[in-house]
């Protein structure tokens, strides 16, 4: 059995995903066993305790700007947590590259648009569908991809794309690209695990 860490920072919806899908069998071999949220008191927490995973809060408020104290923070809870496979679900810290180095080809993170548009430092949450709604794009979408050290740089695993209608806001693009989302993590974890 492979266990699974999801590290996040919000809503959880990608979370939400993951564990239903866990539900439904769809990785038998992997487990999610911890979730670590960057934040105390997001709406992610509340949906793994609801599931009895193990949560843990390292917050990025109480070491910025110690990118790497925070980061071995988090790879410490990591490898006392036995995880085999980290998943980046709406995770919004770029961490040290100790901790990606430590876990190769095993940490992926989705990301809510085509990469390679639209992504590396400071493309994050809706700032990625301001720009993709500011260049006039007709197709966006959602990635999955390994982590490795160049911010949103690794292997791409999945891609699913939407196509951006002429009233889009960046809340309506967001919203269609969650669904996808939604439908390639869990995917991507079934085909790791
Ligand atoms: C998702 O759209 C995810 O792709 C994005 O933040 C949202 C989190 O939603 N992640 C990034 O922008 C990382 N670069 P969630 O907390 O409901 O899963």
Redesign the pocket.
Known sequence: MKNIAVL??????????LIDAEKRSEFPSGRLSLVISSKAD???LERAVNNNIKTAVVSWADFKPDRKAFSQEILKLLKENNIDLVV?????IILDECVCTAFPNRMI????SLIPAF?GEG???L??HEAALARGVKLSG?TVHFVNEIC?GGEIILQKAVEVKDDDTPETL?AR??EV?REILPKAVKLLV
Do not use: C, R
């Open positions: 996040v920072s919000g809503g959880g919806t990608n979370l939400q995903a997001v709406y992610a980046y679900a709406g995770f919004m993170n989705v990301h809510p992504s493309f994050y949450g700032k990625v959602a949103d967001q690209i969650m989302e």
